[in-house]
């Protein structure tokens, strides 16, 4: 099975959701009536991604309605669905485990159509999508552009300095004259009835109709304005009008006189409809994806990544994590030690710990036995053992470089975490009666000093990035003194 991505599209009636290939092919999707309450929207959201969801996911792209800060994924100001007052970005990773793209619905469009779409191959494009509002974004070099936060609101170019007031605070926008709104308004000052369509408009001013035909112009017309002002300043490759009535606007510009002066510009009407959103938000979070940091392979030695903390302190999780973004597996005592668990009744705490020292010897001994070049890492709490020991471990094992990462809360949360899983936990792990010392070790625990370390409160929402980076860094440059120390 080939990794995907899972692209989604929020949209001002549905929220759509993908599972896209690495080449923007639809290989799944769901839809669903969206909701202009935020929380609820998000509850929506969170299902549609956890249907797509599975092992082979590698990424999720998010198109959201609003500006969007390209740096930080953080919505800045919303339309129909205003997300600006939550951090869907932090949300959706803490959720999902996953990386995660953020940006406004229109670029994801632009990068699906130049991916697979009406400007496939395109390095440089702009698109408008026309709808009941004008959405934009422009990509120059392969890449959308964003500005110092979140270049791309082309509906408000202004078109006519005595115009309508908008709703961004502006005259004359372009969306304020050229919108599926604006259009509506356009057939009803007219004196067309109410229930006419553009199909009816465009039949009338194809017969010759010069009510239909003004119509066609006073909505056209500040639009080619507009498209003619986005010519000039990024003289695009290819320019793409998509949304609900991107075909109708292609049509309508052909009924004006053929545009004079330097910049002719290749007009297109955008090609995949709805799912150009979806399909360009999962092939963007495959970018992010193919952006981070991978951790260098080795020829020699094996290289260990220690996730490091007292039981309940969260490094499971970020062990995963790391599992999934580095292919490496995760060796964990409890992995080894449960299946004993399973099978010897009347076990007690000492026994326990003995089966923990077994365990703790087999994920060493697993490491020796692997092929040099081998990544590993190994989720424990190290302090339940000699620091001379673990040397000796990592000697006979062939370590020849160590990142450390250290997870860590507070005690009272360490101990409301382990009393919440209690009842999960098989027979013979320390029960109630362990939460005293548990709090007791939260106050002194600390590294193991053998490596560099990466501090880690679990109790923040978590910055995959930023720790993938870190063990990039930290392997790059071996552990400085780490041979010394062990030898």
């Known amino acids: 099975m080939q990794d995907c991505t899972i692209g989604v599209d929020i949209g001002g009636t549905n929220i759509r959701a993908a599972r896209i290939s690495p080449q923007g092919e639809i290989l799944r999707?769901?839809?669903?009536?969206?909701?202009?309450?935020?929380?609820?929207?998000?509850?929506?959201i969170f299902g549609l991604i956890s249907e797509m969801d599975a092992p082979d996911v590698l990424a999720i792209g998010i198109g959201v309605p609003g500006r969007v800060d390209g740096e930080t994924g953080a919505v800045l100001s919303g339309g129909y669905l205003d997300l600006s007052g939550c951090d869907i970005k932090a949300l959706t990773e803490k959720t999902f485990n996953r990386p995660v793209a953020i940006s406004n619905d229109c670029s994801m469009a632009l990068v699906g159509e130049t991916a697979v779409g009406a400007a496939a191959g395109a390095a440089s494009a702009v698109m408008l999508t026309i709808g009941t509002g004008i959405g934009g974004a422009s990509m120059e070099n392969g890449r959308i552009v964003q500005g110092r936060q979140s270049a791309g609101q082309l509906g408000h170019i202004i078109v006519n300095h005595n115009g309508r007031k908008c709703v961004c605070g502006q005259r004359g926008c372009v969306e304020t004259e050229s919108s599926g709104t604006a259009l509506g308004r356009h057939i009803e000052e007219a004196g067309y009835p109410a229930e006419t369509r553009f199909d009816d408009i465009l039949q009338l001013a194809r017969a010759g109709d010069e009510r239909a035909l003004e119509v066609l112009r006073n909505w056209a017309g500040p639009l080619r304005a507009a498209i003619g002002t986005l010519s000039a300043s990024f003289d695009p490759a290819v320019f793409l009008l998509g949304g609900g009535m991107g075909q109708a606007a292609v049509t309508a510009l052909g009924f004006l006189p053929r545009a004079q002066g330097w910049y002719s510009t290749d007009i297109r009407a955008a090609a995949l409809g709805d799912d150009a959103g979806m399909i360009g938000a999962g092939l963007m979070a495959r970018r992010l994806?193919?952006?981070?940091?991978?951790?260098?392979?080795?020829?020699?030695?094996?290289?260990?990544?220690?996730?490091?903390?007292?039981?309940?302190?969260?490094?499971?999780?970020?062990?995963?994590?790391?599992?999934?973004?580095?292919?490496?597996?995760v060796l964990a005592l409890d992995t080894i030690k449960n299946p004993f668990l399973e099978h010897i009744e009347g076990v007690d705490r000492l026994f326990n710990r003995t089966l923990g020292k077994a365990s703790y010897q087999a994920i060493f001994q697993i490491i020796k036995d692997a092929p040099e070049g081998s990544g590993f890492i190994v989720d424990a709490w190290f302090g339940f053992q000699p620091i001379e020991l673990?040397?000796?471990?990592?000697?006979?094992?062939?370590?020849?470089?160590?990142?450390?990462?250290?997870?860590?809360?507070?005690?009272?949360?360490?101990?409301?975490?382990?009393?919440?899983?209690?009842?999960?936990?098989?027979?013979?792990?320390?029960?109630?009666?362990?939460?005293?010392?548990?709090?007791?070790?939260?106050?002194?625990?600390?590294?193991?000093?053998?490596?560099?370390?990466?501090?880690?409160?679990?109790?923040?929402?978590?910055?995959?990035?930023?720790?993938?980076?870190?063990?990039?860094?930290?392997?790059?440059?071996?552990?400085?003194?780490?041979?010394?120390?062990?030898?």
């Open 29 to 44: 999707k769901k839809i669903v009536p969206g909701s202009r309450d935020p929380s609820t929207a998000i509850k929506l």
């Open 289 to 329: 994806v193919e952006t981070l940091p991978a951790v260098p392979a080795k020829t020699r030695g094996k290289h260990i990544v220690f996730v490091n903390g007292i039981p309940a302190s969260g490094k499971s999780t970020l062990a995963r994590m790391l599992s999934q973004q580095t292919g490496w597996p």
């Open 390 to 487: 673990l040397k000796e471990h990592l000697e006979k094992a062939g370590a020849a470089e160590l990142a450390e990462i250290w997870c860590h809360a507070p005690a009272e949360v360490v101990a409301e975490r382990y009393r919440a899983r209690l009842a999960d936990r098989l027979p013979g792990h320390p029960g109630e009666s362990y939460i005293p010392e548990l709090i007791a070790l939260a106050a002194r625990a600390e590294p193991t000093g053998l490596a560099p370390v990466f501090d880690v409160d679990t109790t923040l929402p978590p910055d995959d990035v930023a720790v993938l980076s870190w063990v990039k860094a930290a392997f790059a440059k071996g552990p400085p003194g780490w041979q010394r120390r062990v030898a």
